[in-house]
């Protein structure tokens, strides 16, 4: 089984910082998206466990978003595949286009993709490759073992757990709960530098507009109202029942 994993280099949702357009700030560090660290460590353990032959970590991004194929080579992918715009505006649809082509001409069997993003958060990337593709989407997984050409995979919905079965190949949207991502180990970087990365541009790919738009990004400001009760635990239960009484709200 050859596996695929799209990866995409966001700002680090702990330290955002806008600049005074409403961007995220250049000064914001990149990390991995923090789904897609579920998806290339689930490719990794079904590799591990000799149920896929390769994992291949490919980004849409820019030159920077080297950073992201080498942590994913460094947990212990075997390539990765950099496609590299100065395009900030590229849209989901055009992340799908150039991924299903390569997961096309490449004959993977199984592509797994993050939920959603910390930045654009669309949640659309792994919807449109299995459209493009014409493959089964399986969402929210957070459990899966491979068969003989299946997946058995457990999605996280309201009030439990489903579980399903797919054939493969399939796009698997990986979500919190799959597993837990390891760290680089020092061996695993090293190992890394040796990893090939091919480098492509999106001009040798063709995108198609997905024909989404996009507002304005900005910090929304917080209203907070409230009644703070700051006393002993009884006097409080008595305040809070004379509020809900005076509200009339039992
Ligand atoms: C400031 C800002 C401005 C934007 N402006 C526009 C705009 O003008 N027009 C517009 O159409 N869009 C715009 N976007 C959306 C942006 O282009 C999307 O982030 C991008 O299209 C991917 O969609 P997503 O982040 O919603 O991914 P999701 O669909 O949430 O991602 C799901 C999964 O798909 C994979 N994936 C996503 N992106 C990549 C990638 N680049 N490389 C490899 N794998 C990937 C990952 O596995 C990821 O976990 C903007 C976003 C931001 C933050």
Redesign the pocket.
């Given at each position: 089984m050859k596996i695929l994993?799209?990866?995409?280099?966001?700002p680090d949702p702990n330290a955002i910082r806008f600049d005074a357009s409403g961007?995220?700030a250049a000064s914001t560090p990149r990390v991995v998206?923090e789904?897609?660290q579920y998806?290339i460590e689930e490719a990794i353990r079904l590799k591990e466990a000799g149920k896929a032959t390769e994992v291949v970590v490919?980004?849409?991004?820019a030159a920077t978003?080297r950073d992201a194929i080498a942590r994913g080579l460094g947990m212990g992918a075997d390539r990765g595949v950099l496609?590299i715009t100065d395009d900030?505006?590229?849209?989901?649809?055009?992340?799908a286009a150039i991924?299903s082509t390569e997961a096309r001409d490449g004959g993977y069997d199984l592509i797994i993709?993050?939920?959603?993003?910390s930045?654009?958060?669309?949640?659309?990337?792994?919807p449109?490759i299995a459209g493009l593709l014409d493959l089964p989407l399986v969402s929210n997984v957070v459990q899966l073992e491979a068969g003989d050409g299946t997946l058995t995979l457990g999605r996280e919905v309201e009030d439990g757990r489903h579980i399903v079965e797919t054939t493969l190949p399939a796009v698997v949207?990986a979500l919190t709960g799959l597993n837990e991502p390891r760290s680089p180990s020092l061996k695993g970087i090293m190992a890394a530098r040796k990893k090939p990365v091919e480098e492509k541009q999106v001009s040798d790919y063709a995108v198609s507009d997905?024909h989404?738009?996009?507002g304005r990004?900005y910090a929304e400001a917080r209203v907070v109202e409230g009644t703070i009760i700051e006393t002993d635990a009884e006097s409080a239960a008595k305040q809070v029942v004379a509020i809900l009484r005076e509200k009339k709200l039992v």
């Open positions: 994993v799209p990866v995409k280099q966001a961007a995220f998206n789904y897609d998806a490919m980004t849409v991004g978003a496609v900030a505006d590229l849209t989901a649809g055009d992340v991924v993709v993050g939920q959603e993003t930045d654009g958060g669309s949640g659309t990337v792994g449109l949207c997905a989404v738009s996009w990004l």
